[in-house]
């Protein structure tokens, strides 16, 4: 995927569910993986000639999990004049090695989250970006429909009262398979997930579910995200509300 269709996917997203606003300063997620980097380059691109001006700052979490190396993300947002924070925790001994949990995925969430939230408001931060994109959606989707017997996904845009940042997720219109088309191009930095549970957990289940009903009925994966588009979940109806004011 070209870094113009990547851009155009992105600002659709943000029109479309108002995410940024002059003077927003976001704090950007970056895991090492992919998708992370593909949304630190999508905003970075995106703020050189979108109206609403707005800063974004690079935040990684480090889990403590030992032969992680972040050095060649901080390389990059060197190169691309953005500022890189890493947290170094030890939320990893504390899930494996000192509460053992059996579901680690959850706690490691929970505190990352946590970890992050606090430093994007000590940067100044209003808001806060994640990578998510389409598959995401849809897998969460699934996931919830599946496990916990409930229609749902997660929103485009979300308040979080507690730290007073709005989440925001600029990649929603974005296929997996584009993003990974992305890096390829662009030589992403990807850095390796050396965390245990990493493709064992209930995500990488419906995922690949969804491959096999997509692969026995084409176009499942696209109908089941109109579905969502046109649907009444949380957020996702704001999309519609924002198109008629601007008719």
């Excluded at 191009?185 to 209930?202: F, H, I, M, Q, S």
Aim: charged residues 25%.
């Amino acid at each position: 995927m070209e870094l113009q269709r990547l851009l155009s996917y992105t600002r659709k997203a943000v029109d479309d569910y108002s995410m940024i606003n002059s003077g927003d300063k976001i704090a950007v997620g970056i895991s090492g993986g992919k998708d992370s980097l593909t949304l630190l380059y999508a905003l970075h691109g995106l703020r050189r000639f979108y109206p609403n001006n707005f800063e974004i700052e690079a935040v990684t979490v480090n889990a403590g999990i030992e032969g992680m190396d972040f050095s060649p993300i901080s390389r990059l947002c060197d190169e691309l004049d953005v500022n890189y924070t890493v947290i170094d925790t030890d939320i990893y001994d504390i899930v494996y090695n000192i509460r053992r949990e059996s579901n680690p995925c959850a706690l490691c969430a929970k505190l990352r989250k946590g970890a992050f939230n606090k430093k994007a408001a000590e940067l100044g931060c209003n808001k806060i970006a994640y990578a998510h994109h389409k598959d995401d959606v849809i897998e969460t989707f699934m996931m919830s429909l599946l496990l916990e017997g409930r229609v749902h996904t997660f929103s485009p845009v979300t308040y979080l009262e507690r730290s007073g940042l709005t989440l925001i997720r600029p990649l929603i219109y974005v296929n997996e398979a584009d993003v990974i088309g992305f890096r390829n191009k662009y030589n992403l930095p990807v850095v390796k997930n050396l965390c245990p549970a990493d493709g064992e957990t209930r995500r990488e289940y419906a995922k690949n579910l969804i491959k096999s009903l997509n692969k026995d009925l084409p176009g499942t994966h696209d109908r089941i995200f109109t579905a969502i588009l046109n649907g009444t979940f949380d957020g996702w109806d704001e999309r519609i509300a924002h198109k008629h004011t601007r008719t």
